[in-house]
């Protein structure tokens, strides 16, 4: 069965960088999350959209934007990078009738 | 606010020993959900179960089985005849069940199974 595609699976880049990460959800999800998993840490939700609105909101800097697209598609714009945003990030899926969030492989940033 | 406590943040058992994983939530919601998670050390997390704050049944799948309590805010994960493969770090999560369904994830329980 057809999973939740990241890309890319590493990626590094130094401070005061930008970074992309992309999210290719399940097809005929319509729900999209991004999570931020610092080392040894639980995942912190970051920002969900819907039906390429934004639906909720989280512990995401002002740094970071993101966006859905036509597609389902979305997309997490990291500017400014700091030490700090070295983490695994994870974008989940689901759909409208509220099934569990099936996750991505990840991307694993790391800033230098 | 919501909140996911797993007391136990590391445990280590021997091959063939049965474990159990703690998991304490707080909600104010009476419609909630519960999750549990795997992250093997490869790093992906991979959905175990959810089980709806209506539905206090114990549910097994194999070797795995669940416990919810409703009465003691509990939803216990059971590994029996544990194997190597079991060790990883697992994940309660709990999600209010109207709205954005965004999960609030405990701080996981590392599990090292001892061959």
């Known amino acids: 069965a057809a999973g939740v595609i990241q890309s890319p699976r590493h990626l590094i880049k130094e401070k005061r960088e930008t970074a992309t990460l992309k999210c290719y959800p399940i097809?005929?999800?319509?729900?999209v999350y991004w999570y931020q998993q610092g080392p040894g840490q639980d995942p912190q939700f970051l920002i969900s959209f819907y039906e390429k609105m934004q639906s909720d909101k989280g512990s995401i800097p002002d740094r970071f934007s993101a966006q859905q697209f036509s597609d389902y598609h979305s997309e997490l714009n990291m500017s400014s990078l700091e030490l700090g945003d070295s983490a695994l990030y994870f974008c989940a899926s689901s759909d409208s009738n509220n099934s569990p969030l099936h996750f991505g492989n990840g991307t694993r940033l790391t800033v230098t | 606010a919501q909140k996911v406590t797993q007391a136990q943040t590391e445990i280590s058992v021997v091959e063939k020993e049965d474990v159990t994983l703690d998991c304490v939530y707080e909600t104010r919601d009476t419609t909630y959900y519960l999750f549990w998670y795997k992250q093997p050390p490869s790093g992906e997390l991979v959905f175990l179960i959810r089980?709806?704050?209506?539905?206090?049944q114990n549910e097994i799948s194999g070797r795995y089985s669940w416990n919810f309590q409703k009465s003691t805010s509990s939803f216990n994960f059971t590994i029996t005849a544990s194997q190597v493969v079991d060790s990883a770090v697992y994940f309660c999560a709990l999600s209010e069940a109207q709205g954005t369904y965004k999960y609030i994830f405990g701080t996981g329980t590392r599990l090292k199974v001892l061959a």
């Open positions: 089980r709806n704050s209506f539905d206090e």
């Open positions: 097809p005929r999800h319509d729900t």
